[in-house]
């Protein structure tokens, strides 16, 4: 059974940064979509950014440039460099995965593995 579990949120300035991390276990990252999808309040579920089981990251377009996925299969984690933070950025940060697409991503915001979340606080 697939589980993950995130790490790093907190409390930051407008400006600032914070690196999410996602311990994967139960299954081989590799082959897997793997991703982060956040919830802000009063705002519909929102794909941050993922990356294909081959290393191919997507972002949303409004956070390209601020946001880094990356992942490390090594050692089955899943990071999420968030720069130039915004009070808009402050949400509960989720880690998703899922190994139904040979590797690639699903359309939707349909993923079959969700961590317990992160919180991530911008203040202004």
């Known amino acids: 059974e697939a589980e993950l579990a995130e ?5 930051v300035q407008a400006g600032g ?4 991390s996602c311990a994967a276990s139960g299954f081989n990252a590799s082959r897997y979509c793997m991703g982060w999808v ?4 009063g705002k519909e579920r929102e794909r941050v ?14 956070l390209k440039g601020r946001f880094t996925i990356s992942k490390d ?4 984690i899943l990071y999420l460099q968030m720069n ?12 998703v995965a899922d190994g139904a697409y040979n590797g690639y991503c699903p359309a939707e915001n349909i993923f079959a593995s969700w961590g317990q979340g992160t919180q991530v606080s911008v203040s202004s």
């Open 17 to 20: 940064s914070l690196r999410l």
């Open 73 to 76: 299969n090594s050692k089955n």
């Open 84 to 95: 130039s933070l915004q009070p808009d950025d402050s949400s509960m940060y989720y880690c």
């Open 38 to 41: 956040r919830q802000r309040p």
């Open 49 to 62: 950014a993922t990356i294909t089981g081959y290393g191919a990251p997507k972002y949303a377009n409004s």
């Open 7 to 11: 790490s790093g949120g907190g409390s």
